[in-house]
């Protein structure tokens, strides 16, 4: 049964009337209002001298409550502000919403550093009473966690004070970065002569096209734009690493990587393991690199090839199909994971429409005071789109199956959450190329699959190489536009294998990843999932719908344990070696050599 799903998403019943909402901005209030108090009892306990054991479990559960009722709705305004922001990059008025809830954030953050101080100095066994005896439940494994990286930390007073003036200064980087894309102007001619402008977002749909000439314009003119915008990007990327190095500094950190393996809750052993195993499985990569130069008749790929079509199939996939098969996609596996996208679909949580003013790329968004998600991005009917559609849907159903756990506990990191998303992925990616009977389609579909091992063992291996030597050289001082495309131009080539003619240099600029002041490294964590999803994949094949409650019952201790113990808990092994890698990198082998055989006549 075919049905017709909207193209945009629905956000009135999250806070009404959009960036003027009354309901949103007394919703702040709010917040405001409790982060007082909850600092305010902080500071009284700091000050009123020694309490006994039941006072102080007494005031760790009342603290708990405040942060996590908080922390829903700060999470809820954020993903808010967000959705505003990237579906009218010129909403002046959301722009000041975001900065009022960085602002807020800040406050919080504030609030939780001296809750953190507080936890830090209760008596070990009063402590241990409390977490495992008391009303900590599933946010156990999230407070203890706090508790031990403060340890690590400067003094309370002065993390609270770089939080504050992070609101201007990192985040406010950050935020110029997005001012900056909204300005981005890219000029296309069309077949009449005409000359069109269109957004980032509408311009790197252009990057993939089926004809090679219109690639080659549309990534001459990508370039153009990014280098012209080069020095204000590069000083948004400068002062965004400065601040990181600086506060490190100041903790004691010398490793860059620290903070990001700490925020997804896994040891360097594992990024180790997995990026030896990646570097491993790259020979097979590369035979699909060459055959597919020499299937387009070039000596070498550019970069604007990497992902372009092969073959004859240029089918568009219509929304509504796209939608309806991946929720037969998904129903194979799971009816309950079906009937979620297909809610998902029909009550608007989608932003899907291709038009003018949006900002580029996609992503999915939790809600989790409303219980919902949201997801954003530009879809033009392509076979990448769809596999983007179904990416963001495993997203959205990783929080779906987390709604009824503490806030806390819902904290998973972005490693396990391109997990889920990646397994959906690959539900319908697998499915659509055995499904068809079209040869041409065939292949377009496989030739897909295969982009995305190139994406996760490539070109995420290159932004990994680009930022770790980014970091070297800003402890140095400041990095020129042209420094840091010599730095990305070099990573490029040595983690596609010396396989690439043309290269993107200013790809550092025009890739938001890079300046997002939540997460930093902002990469390892796709190829972690990928191939993490792949081995959760390769056992679900094995053990079929009756996987599915293991699936579900992975996804939600992804808040609540490291990524090595989930391993062992949930597939029995052991990530810090690079057998489990290994196997998941093999994988692609596979559809390798599937697509060598099909092109071997041609």
Known sequence: MSHTYPMTWELETIYPGGSSSKAFKEELAGMERDIEALTKS?????????????QTQAL???WTEAIQSITLRLRESDSFVACLMAQNMKDGAANGLNDRVKTIAARMLGALTKFDARIAAVADDVWTTWLTEGPAGSAAFALAERREATKEKMAPELEALAGDLAVDGYHGWGELYNTIVSRAKFIVKEQDGSERILSAGQMHNRLSAGDRVVRETAMAEWEREWTDLGELTADSLNRLSGFRLKLYERRGWSN???????????TEATLNAM???VEEGKPQLVRYLKRKAELLGIEKLDWHDVEAPIGSATKTVPYDEAADFIVERFRQFSPEMADFAQMAFRDGWIEAEDRAGKRPGGFCTSLPKSEQTRIFMTYSGTASNVSTLAHELGHAYHQHVMNDLPPLAQDYAMNVAETASTFAEMLVSDAAVKLTDDAEEKLALLEDKIQRAVAFFMNIHARFLFETRFYAKRREGLVTAEELSELMETAQREAFSDQLGAVHPSFWASKLHFYLTDVPFYNFPYTFGFLFSSGIY??????????????????????RMTVEELARKHLGVDLEQPDFWRDAVALTTEDVEQFLSMTAAR
């Open 42 to 54: 902080l500071n009284e306990a700091e000050t009123s001298g020694e309490q006994d054991a039941f």
């Open 256 to 266: 860059v990587l620290k903070e990001p393996l700490a925020i997804n809750r896994m």
């Open 60 to 62: 760790l559960t009342a």
């Open 275 to 277: 990026w030896t195993a």
């Open 538 to 559: 390769a056992r679900a094949q094995q053990e079929g719908p009756a996987f599915a409650d293991r699936y579900v019952a992975l996804l939600r201790d992804t808040g």
